[in-house]
């Protein structure tokens, strides 16, 4: 059986440079794609998102899908993928235990600034709690 990566993406640039390396190095892996949509940071666009909107959720769902093609595209293979709610770091921890991965590859961070500080480092937390190797991007 090939190697079975999980690269967690949110569409940041580290994310993006995640899976750039994934295609360079282990281009004949088997590889997931996730995506966590965090309803803790739904509302920072500046607009109210009530609790359990469905339009809400539909749209991060499609945004989630569009994300996980046009990063595919950089993949250049085939590749799973997966869409999670939940708190990023703990869903992401879960699901490398639960999918059984060999290895994970992710972007060093997602957040810029306080918003990092003050919420914690999802990458340290996955890097702290994983089962399996993980591999920063910066």
């Not at 959720?57 to 993949?75: K, P, S």
Request: proline residues 6%.
């Amino acid at each position: 059986m090939g190697k079975r990566i999980l690269v967690p993406v949110d569409g940041s640039p580290q994310s993006r440079s995640a899976v750039e390396l994934v295609a360079d190095e282990w281009p004949d892996a088997a590889v997931t794609f996730l995506h966590v949509i965090d309803p803790v940071t739904a509302g920072r666009s500046g607009t109210f998102v009530p609790s359990g909107s469905e339009e809400w959720y539909r749209n991060a769902r499609q945004d989630a899908r569009d994300l996980f093609e046009e990063l595919g595209e950089t993949l250049g293979g085939d590749y799973e993928t997966r869409t999670e709610v939940g708190r990023p770091a703990r869903t992401i921890v879960e699901v490398i235990a639960e999918e059984r991965h060999d290895h994970v590859v992710m972007g060093s961070h997602g957040r810029k600034g306080v918003s990092r500080i003050l919420l914690g480092s999802t990458a340290e937390h996955v890097l702290r709690n994983s089962p399996v190797p993980v591999t920063i991007v910066r």
